[in-house]
């Protein structure tokens, strides 16, 4: 795969250069490509930004410089036998990027980013670019950062562990909260190594007994426990055919009850404490 990011703050992506995306590179399975926006640019000060039109605060990102600059990453991409890019613009105002994204984006030969600081990008450098290319504006999540250089990141590390031998074990992607497919998507529970006591502080029983079912069987009422707690949206659009007969137990448990009414608009189960009587 490879990557090019536009920006105006390329040390900002020095981390790149380290761990799993760094050894990635170092292997050769990614190529990274990290350009200064302002060598696109042509006046004394390389402005980058200017007063946004109809009035507003802050300022805007210039079409030129990102026209030029995207122009030539994607020549000099092809020249070196690069195809099929898309265009990953992070915006607070972009779809939220999620697994499924992710593994979507994983597939894809060459990812050109352009994260923006300011209030963003003149709107014509995203619709000019659409009509070559798959242009997928990214939000990672509801709060606003002061670029988007951060969301280059964030994606590039959620992206890049997905790549055919990036991480060790090929295995481990099946099981990741928040993995496509029809599994009720739990968060993982939790996780213990040794020493096996610590500052008086032991370990549960039945991690220690051996017993793979009943280790199987404690570490999913631990994940529906935690996912109910910290994410009960999860819960609530699980359909019923992903719990088995001890998940409705726990479930239960925790004070969940499947939702016949909310099944029309995707709400399977609801809190038991929520109903009105
Ligand atoms: Cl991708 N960019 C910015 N600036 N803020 C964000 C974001 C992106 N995602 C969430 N907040």
Sequence with gaps: MRL???????EYLEPLNVSLVGKARARGQLQVGVHDLRNWTYDRHHTVDDTPYGGGPGMVMKTEP????????????????????????????????????????????????TPARYEGIDRRVVDEYATRMPVYEVSIGDYVLAGGEAAVLVVTEAV??????????????RDDSFAPGTMANLLEGPVHTKPPVWRGR????VLLS???????????????RRTTAHRPDLIGRTAPAAFDKKDREMLSILGWAPDPEGERYGRFWRRVEDVEE
């Design 4 to 10: 090019d990011v536009v920006t105006i703050f390329p």
């Design 66 to 113: 990102w026209g030029d600059a995207l122009d030539e990453v994607l020549a000099d991409g092809y020249e070196a036998g690069a195809h099929g890019p898309v265009l990953v613009v992070p915006t607070p105002s972009g779809r939220p990027f999620t697994q499924e994204l992710a593994v979507e984006l994983s597939e894809r030969p060459w990812l050109v980013f």
């Design 160 to 173: 890049a562990r997905l790549l055919p031998g990036v991480l060790g074990n090929a295995e481990s992607h």
């Design 202 to 205: 032991g370990i549960p029983e």
């Design 210 to 224: 051996g017993h793979h079912g009943r280790i199987a069987r404690w570490r999913r009422d631990e994940a529906l």
